[in-house]
Nanobody, 119 residues
Framework: QVQLVESGGGLVQPGGSLRLSCEVSGSISSITVGEWHRQAPGKERELVATIASGSSPKYADSVKGRFTISRDNAKNTVYLQMNRLKPEDTAVYYC?????????????WGQGTQVTVSS
């Protein structure tokens, strides 16, 4: 079984930065797809960023130029660097990953981490 644990969330002032980490555990071989989603109060969950093997990262228009997704297979971790944060970025951020475990692809979600942008 694969588990995803997010960290790095918290309270930050507008214009500040945060880096979210998503550690994928469970003796995986590699992360083939890593994504970050977010859900603000009263709104539907939306895809923020995605990165897959053999392709360039993709971002929601609302975060292009400010957020950067990356993946470190040696550490089995997906990151989301968030710069120039805005109040509208406030949400619970969820990590999603597809990974290999003994040659089997598993799809997993993290429990989420709160990001609050406020002065």
């Amino acid at each position: 079984q694969v588990q995803l644990v997010e960290s790095g969330g918290g309270l930050v002032q507008p214009g500040g930065s945060l880096r979210l980490s998503c550690e994928v555990s469970g003796s995986i071989s590699s992360i083939t797809v890593g994504e970050w989603h977010r859900q603000a109060p009263g709104k539907e969950r939306e895809l923020v960023a995605t990165i897959a093997s053999g392709s360039s990262p993709k971002y929601a228009d609302s975060v292009k130029g400010r957020f950067t997704i990356s993946r470190d297979n040696a550490k089995n971790t997906v990151y989301l660097q968030m710069n120039r944060l805005k109040p509208e970025d406030t949400a619970v951020y969820y990590c999603y990953a597809e990974s290999f475990v003994r040659l089997k692809v598993l799809r997993s979600w993290g429990q989420g981490t709160q990001v609050t942008v406020s002065s």
